[in-house]
Nanobody
């Protein structure tokens, strides 16, 4: 079964950190760009970050630049999102997605596989 599974979410105080993981099973991530998205209650799903298949290219939403870092370990078939200096407005369900090809896709519908999401809550 081809799937992505996110983990690492939870409750954290403002200013804290979390590291999310996105593990693939049933296929290798080597040829896939990986994106992280989030969706807060009542809001549209938004792109957070993306990393190319080689890891050589990354991009970030303005709202997370300087605080979040995307990475990948193809040997472990896993991608990560390190989130530092978390703010209450970062509260959302976080999803990872995989898009076949070397570069990060421009459109959300160009992603081939999606995980089920992991909840991140930033609150004191």
């Amino acid at each position: 079964q081809l799937q992505l599974v996110e983990s690492g979410g939870g409750l954290v105080q403002p200013g804290g950190s979390l590291r999310l993981s996105c593990a693939a099973s049933g296929f290798t991530l080597d040829y896939y760009a990986i994106g992280w998205f989030r969706q807060a209650p009542g809001k549209e799903r938004e792109g957070v970050s993306c990393i190319s298949s080689s890891g050589g290219s990354t991009n970030y939403a303005d709202s997370v630049k300087g605080r979040f870092t995307i990475s990948r370990d193809n040997a472990k078939n896993t991608a990560y999102l390190q989130m530092n200096s978390l703010k209450p407005e970062d509260t959302a369900v976080y999803y990872c997605a995989a898009s076949y090809g070397r570069s990060c896709p421009r459109l959300r519908n160009q992603y081939d596989y999606w995980g089920q999401g992991t909840q991140v809550t930033v609150s004191s």
